[in-house]
């Protein structure tokens, strides 16, 4: 018996975190084992009802939870709240810290029947697959920072801050995906101008001596920003620190079809916390357009990652595979000559070929 916490959030999060879980209840019968789950309020829903964007009991549920799924939070209704309450800061990066989750995991694999979907040319994206690495506890987003006066003007300032053991566990995690995929490790900074950056490098270069059977290489990030269009094949794993990771795993969201298709795991402490990548898309919610698939392979990488199930992971994998291989979609990865469904009728499609 497996316990799941469920924290839809905000916007579309309330319309895929029910699909998930529809999928998650179909592969628990199928594959055997029993899975409870037991909803709780996140975001700018737990301002609404009880002021705090992460209630304590939320977090309790968290911390007695064999994995968690989350939604996604945040909206234009909370976006002038003063910053302690804001969700995506005050409740996602608070939930992290105190959960430990210092690892977000982002698959990139564009799947031959999307081809087509993406803005970007369809022999630049044959064969993509690669998994980002991204350092999700520390860095700029959790750095001192604060307004200050100086000579009579206001000043706004982030501290970029990272510790060797900071560095070291974010890319033994990467060596070690490395080394049980194609060997390839490219490490992402900004050491030509951050000294944040320097010790970055240095410490991977170091870790590199225990793995000589990976091939490391450095890239700066705005040269990597520019590489993950130009030719992403070159890439297998990347490592690299907060910030850069939040932007360049949106980037190559375009080289799996839609930012729709891309699932995250955060892993580093007792729990693990599934989500899609994407945001709470205010812009379509509750009118029944979400793709789900992104939360329907965060629920494959749960089975995965968090309760060791790889048969109904891969199960799940391989029913979205056929999905859009019979040629249904959502709004986002739509194209002439497929067939056009919503949130439940994508989900009810997943089910059947599960
Ligand atoms: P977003 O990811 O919500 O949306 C960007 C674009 O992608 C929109 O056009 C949206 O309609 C589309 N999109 C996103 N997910 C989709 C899906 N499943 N199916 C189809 N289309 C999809 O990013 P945003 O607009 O920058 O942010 C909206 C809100 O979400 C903001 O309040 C932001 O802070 C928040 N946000 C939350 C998280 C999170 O909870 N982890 C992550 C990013 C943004």
Known sequence: MYKIALLPGDGIGQEIVPQGVR???????????????????VGGAAIDALGVPLPDETLALCQNSDAILLGAVGGPKWDTLPVHLRPEGAALLKMRKALGLYANIRPVRMLPSLLKASTLKEEVLQGVDMVVFRELTGGLYFGEKGRREVNGEMQAFDSLVYSVSEIQRIARQGFEAARKRRGKLCSVDKANVLESSRLWRETVNELAE?????????????????????????????ITENMFGDILTDLASMLSGSIGMLASASLGGKVGLFEPAHGSAPDIAGQNKANPLATILSVALLLRYGLGQEHAATAIEGAVSKVLDLGYRTGDIYEPGTKLVGTVEMTDMVLGNL
Do not use: S
């Open 23 to 41: 999928v998650f209840k179909h592969a628990a019968g199928k594959f055997g084992f029993d899975v409870e789950f037991e909803e709780a309020l």
């Open 210 to 238: 225990e793995y000589p059977d990976v091939e490391l290489t450095h890239m700066y990030v705005d040269n990597c920003a520019m590489q993950l269009v130009r030719w992403p094949l070159q890439f297998d794993v990347i």
